[in-house]
């Protein structure tokens, strides 16, 4: 179960410093701030743009390209159920809808309780076991509605 540190400017610039000395240090920053404070705040873009000598609009690119990257932090838990085609070809549409359905938000959002994220993820590389999910970076394949509800419990609890 993640523990996000509260915002702090000082700290947000801790963590950027720890990965200057990297060439192309941009990724491994932005992943590093959301790791230290569970999403990627306004904030930090201004100063990821000072700091590598790039525009905010460069910074702001990147983290609205790439979809792990989030706006708000998560919840305790996060579910991301894959949206790619293979999935989608295996029944992923009807999965999503009841996970929707029994955890009460949408794909993107968490729940109530902040126990739980939901997640779009556009390819988990299991299209032969499709289809699949990951909760919390532990991966599972061939999920159908009894599965998905296991993990919607394991989550919730």
Not at 10 to 32: K, Q
Not at 64 to 79: K, N, Q, S
């Amino acid at each position: 179960m993640p523990h996000y540190e509260p915002w702090s400017d000082e700290r947000a610039r801790a963590v950027i410093d720890e990965f200057s000395h990297l060439e192309g240090p941009l990724m491994p920053m932005l992943h590093a701030v959301q790791e230290t404070f569970g999403h990627v705040p306004d904030a930090v873009v201004p100063m990821l743009a000072e700091k590598l000598n790039v525009s905010r609009a460069e910074v702001h690119g990147v983290v609205t390209f790439y979809h792990d990257f989030r706006h708000e932090p998560a919840g305790r838990h996060v579910l991301k159920l894959c949206r790619a085609e293979a999935c989608q070809a295996a029944g992923g549409d009807a999965l999503a809808e009841h996970a929707e359905h029994r955890l009460g938000c949408k794909l993107g959002e968490t729940t109530a309780d902040g126990r739980v994220t939901v997640e779009p993820i556009y390819c988990l590389g299991l299209c032969a076991t499709a289809p699949s999910a990951m909760l919390d970076g532990r991966i599972v394949a061939r999920l159908n509605e009894r599965r998905l509800d296991a993990l919607i419990e394991e989550a919730q609890s």
